[in-house]
């Protein structure tokens, strides 16, 4: 392990070692912790400039649910939920049968496809935006659910074919081989062997995948118009126009913005995490 | 196809009974497992880029009639100085976020120890990453605000003078890249976080007998064994450096007098606030020639580590 454990360098480099860590932590999350404790403040505290110090009163359940009755941060809430749901059920199906075609089968063109794929995930969104803005206008999907799921599965299909390709590459080719001998039809290869294997692969992108679409603001800005459409990160901006002085709403709404997906995180850790580093540790 | 004739199943029935999808099932069934996500890739993203290199060479206003008019859009643009603004910016991101993956290294060798309560405290330095840039944005912002934002109160407390880094052109660009590094920190820390985790242990304690510690331990040892770490750390902090877009347009418009745009919100604006497509797109296809060298160079270390 590098660097050495602390703990062989004796009992006061390791209280040392806690203090340093929990002042770095402080530090490092400030913008947060003040940005929660914000969210409880009143606006008296945030008029008379009390924006660092204690809150004068906790106004926890007066500013959350105030989010809620003055502004469409519920629809918003519903919305992002609609959008992020089906996208990533959808972009990691497309994926997973996209990826088992590019893993295990030969065929002219494979690499190239694959290369596709990878470099897709790279583009700036720029150079999508007036074509796919222009197309969902044409297919009637401009400024609806539907036009922002579409996009998002389109896109996302990119970085999952080339998570999923990956995955299912390093499954032994011999597995295939011998239900293939038994008689095993190619699309039952792929429910019956293929799935059932990739399950922790599906979990660490279907995590990526949400935080992803739910963080999501360009397409949000591009392809949605109203408030019955805006996901949260959308309407927190337009929030953010509509109340300028009320932070403590805006750093309420910031926080329900960043629940679900911070959850997710700590639920979903380690598949999080192992979709995130995905092929960064082996050579 | 060899595995399905000679099959128990395939020889107690005659070869032309079989269907047709039978009978080509190992050919047919990739082209059916990828047409989904091919139709989709091809239709909402290959087939836009092209698009949008077409729409490049004309005057449109997004409604009307294209005009075509070659490479006016670029000679404009090649002229225009808010697209050399723009392009200097993107540059800074792009020097700036290369210390991304430095402070996320030394982060991620920080916090390296095992210890009770060490994975909930990596997982919280982790936190940023995981929230939206909007929310980034909106907390930065407040964090720069020149009446009370907490900047102002660190730099009165020691005596120095308020600043307003957002209404500042020459500063405005550097306070939005400290926000965006923040979240990008946190993501390279994972990355070499997890390579930390696979460091051969024989190698160090080799090492360690020879005592080697300290710097030339890591230098020699260790940074080596973090190059897949390192790759994909510099690639993904390119990328992001050079996709800016997100922070520009929640913390300042691009402003103030243009000062902070970058070539994605330059692009945005054109195009949606000034109805110039052709404009707007030649300015995307420049961003994205831009980029195209670095997913080029992605792409081959990908492809040839595939080859091996």
Known sequence: MFPAPIHTKGPFAVISYRVAVIIALVLWLIPLLAIALTSVRSLEDISKGNLWGWPSKFLLIENYSAVFTTTPMAIFLLNSILITVPTVIGAIALAAMAGFALAKYKFRGNILLFAMFIAGNFIPFQILMIPVRDLMIGLGMYDSIGGLVAFHIAFQSGFCTLFMRNFIKALPDALIEAARMEGVSEVNIFFRIILPLVRPALAALAVLIFTFVWNDYFWALILAQTDSVRPVTAGLQSLKGMWVASWQLISAGSIIAALLPVSIFFM???HFIAGLTLGATKE | MDAIMTSPVSLSRPAVQRSFWRRHEKTLAPAMFLSPALFAFLLFVVWPILSSVWISFHEWDGLGPKIFIGLDNYRELFSDDKFYVALVNNIKWLILYLLAPVGGLIIALFLNQQMPGMRLIKALFFFPFVISQVVVGVIFSWFYDPNFGLLNVVLNAVGLPSIAPLGDEHMVTYAIIVA?????????????????????????????????????MFWNIILPQLRPATFIAVVVTVIGALRSFDLVAIMTNGGPYDSSTVLGYFMYEQAIFAYRMGYGAAIATVLFLIMDIYIAFFLVSMLRKEAE
Do not use: H, S
Not at chain 2, 193 to 215: H, S, W
């Open chain 2, 180 to 216: 965006g590094l923040w979240p990008q920190i946190a993501y390279c820390m994972i990355l070499y976080l997890t390579g930390l985790n696979n460091v051969n242990p024989e190698l160090i304690e080799a090492a360690r007998m020879d005592g080697c510690k300290g710097f030339p």
């Open chain 1, 268 to 270: 979903m850790q380690r």
